[in-house]
């Protein structure tokens, strides 16, 4: 019972993977579909504090990421970055996490300039199934 409650809580706060020291989550306001975030479990902003196994998970998870996004959604290349500090435009500056970002040609069109709205075609549940499946069945590959 507590198994399944852990995943229905992941599902809810739309957490893909837990790992030993960092976790994948579906960003809630993506910039495309597929958006996901790469964090530490420890709340850190700092990133010199990151201790060498924590910054060998991160990678490898953001690896992975990249690896599933690529086999599930095909997009044409991919975002990747880090906001350090609200000034540099974090948008939770008290815990640091990458972004990945997938992009398609054309993913751009008139909604965000002309009514500051991000058209987001996929569904966050189904991508939620999807990409946690993927992880579940992958990540000992890490």
């Known amino acids: 019972a507590g198994e399944e409650a852990r995943e229905q809580q ?5 957490l893909v993977y837990r790992g030993k020291t960092a976790f994948v989550l579906m960003n809630r306001y993506p910039y495309n579909s597929g958006h996901l975030m790469i964090l530490p479990n420890r709340h850190t902003a700092d990133l010199q504090s990151l201790t ?3 910054s060998l998970e991160l ?3 953001l690896t992975l ?5 690529t086999e599930l959604l095909h997009p044409h290349g991919f975002n990747l970055g880090m906001n350090l500090g ?3 435009g974090a948008g939770i500056d008290t815990h640091l996490h990458w ?6 040609n054309g993913d751009t069109n008139f909604m965000p300039v002309l009514a500051d709205i991000k058209m987001v075609s996929d569904d966050m549940h189904t991508q939620w199934t999807r990409l946690h499946a ?9």
């Open 10 to 14: 992941d599902e809810r706060s739309q």
């Open 52 to 54: 060498a196994e924590e």
């Open 59 to 61: 990678q490898q998870l």
């Open 65 to 69: 990421a990249h690896r599933a996004l």
């Open 86 to 88: 609200r000034e540099a």
């Open 99 to 104: 972004h990945i970002v997938p992009r398609w």
């Open 134 to 142: 993927w992880f579940i069945a992958h990540a000992a590959t890490v």
